[in-house]
């Protein structure tokens, strides 16, 4: 587990040091190759500006207004017909989230591990649900966006159901685990 | 679908505002979400600028092409539609690369630099081609080795084993993500009949 965790500190170094140093070697200008690189940089975030702003205030209103904790409650009994446990449901809000908003998901996973400990069910199940999956919505609107694709086709059905498996998946292994 | 979805949640959240006597948290909240897309936007600049400029350094040394090389072959039986010396190949490794490594802020650049290469050899520029969907069903279920931010989190909350979460985070993933590429290439062949 160390060494993953070490390459994970050392990885960015090691290509800010190697990809400039080894390009040189080869003859490329690297100073101005980079600069023509990141020209790009500006483009695209000037052009994904839109669709972050868009999917952001849709879903803040639908958090902030306790539209989000509405819907968690009319699906609780969907947790206690698949005979869980009834402590559970307070994972629903989190689950909802996650293919919404990266920032979303990780305030309220963070606010599950603080209220319920982090090695208690739920602060185990929030911290796997919450590295489990990325945000489908935000990933689609963006990346799609970005080059003007305005039929996603299978996309969000392929995307969602991934997450619904990474949901299931989580409860049914912490429940195994710990 | 999307615009349903994105009309829905704005929707119901004014809705149940209003029948909540807090309708004034519909203002303040969009205000805001609307002043943070700008800072994330600005955020992402910086750090995809930092990463595209990389990234030119690593094609014009010909690193990209060797890393398609020698990934290539694994990664294009998921995209069967893709070229052998597709540019879009390079991108999409350094993508879920950095994805796999906990790299976010880096895997992002390379996911929109993979979209664009995606996108000149999408014969309708907008309708999504089979290939642009099985690399973003890969990039949102990707597996993560070390799920930093959260054992961020778990370690401030005094947790007494905040890697715990490691093996079931990689199960659950794994599982999500053998799912998504099941369901693209069924759903791709249904279409393609």
Redesign the interface.
């Known amino acids: 587990m160390n060494i993953i965790a070490e390459i994970s500190r050392w990885a960015i170094p090691l290509l800010l040091l190697l990809i400039p140093l080894l390009a040189y070697l080869r003859k490329v200008p690297v100073y101005e190759s980079f600069v023509a690189g990141a020209e790009d940089g500006f483009k695209t975030g000037v052009r994904i500006l839109p669709f972050l702003i868009g999917m952001l205030v849709s879903i803040r209103v639908f958090i902030d207004s306790g539209a989000l904790d509405l819907l968690a409650r009319l699906l609780a009994p969907i947790f206690n017909y698949f005979g869980l446990d009834p402590n559970l449901t307070a994972i629903i809000p989190l689950a909802i989230l996650r293919p919404l908003s990266g920032s979303g998901a990780l305030g309220v996973a963070t606010q599950l591990i603080n209220q319920y400990g982090p090695d208690s069910l739920i602060g185990r199940l929030a911290s796997t649900l919450q590295g489990s999956t990325d945000t489908t919505f935000f990933v689609l609107t963006v990346y799609f966006g970005s080059v003007g694709i305005r039929k996603y086709r299978y996309a969000l059905k392929v995307g969602l159901l991934a997450d619904l498996v990474g949901l299931i998946a989580s409860i049914w292994i912490v429940h195994r685990v710990f | 679908?999307?615009n349903l979805?994105?009309l829905i949640?704005?929707a119901?959240?004014?809705?149940?505002?209003a029948f909540?006597g807090?309708i004034e948290?519909?203002t303040?909240?969009?205000m805001?979400?609307?002043e943070?897309?700008?800072e994330?936007?600005?955020e992402?600049?910086?750090?995809?600028?930092?990463?595209?400029?990389?990234?030119?350094?690593?094609?014009?040394?010909?690193?990209i092409r060797l890393l398609a090389r020698v990934f290539g072959p694994v990664i294009r039986k998921l995209f069967p539609s893709l070229k052998p010396e597709s540019p879009a190949l390079g991108a999409i490794i350094m993508n879920l690369s950095a994805?796999i490594?906990?790299?976010g802020n880096?895997a992002t650049?390379f996911?929109?630099?993979a979209?664009?290469e995606?996108?000149k050899e999408n014969p309708n520029?907008?309708?999504?081609s089979p290939a642009?969907?099985t690399f973003?069903?890969l990039?949102?279920?990707?597996i993560?080795?070390?799920?930093?931010?959260?054992i961020g989190?778990?370690l401030k909350?005094?947790?007494?084993?905040?890697?715990?979460?490691?093996?079931?985070?990689i199960?659950?993933?794994?599982?999500?993500?053998t799912?998504?590429i099941i369901?693209?290439f069924i759903?791709r062949h249904r279409?393609s009949q």
């Open positions: 679908m999307v979805i994105w949640m704005l119901t959240g004014i809705i149940v505002a909540t807090r948290t519909v303040t909240s969009a805001k979400a609307a943070l897309g700008v994330v936007a600005i992402l600049i910086g750090v995809m600028s930092l990463w595209l400029g990389l990234m030119r350094l690593a094609e014009e040394a010909g690193f994805n490594l906990g790299l880096a650049p996911g929109l630099k979209m664009q995606l996108q520029p907008e309708v999504a642009m969907i973003l069903a990039n949102t279920s990707c993560t080795l070390i799920p930093a931010t959260i989190v778990r909350a005094n947790s007494l084993n905040p890697t715990e979460i490691i093996g079931t985070t199960f659950a993933t794994g599982c999500a993500m799912i998504g369901a693209d759903f279409r």
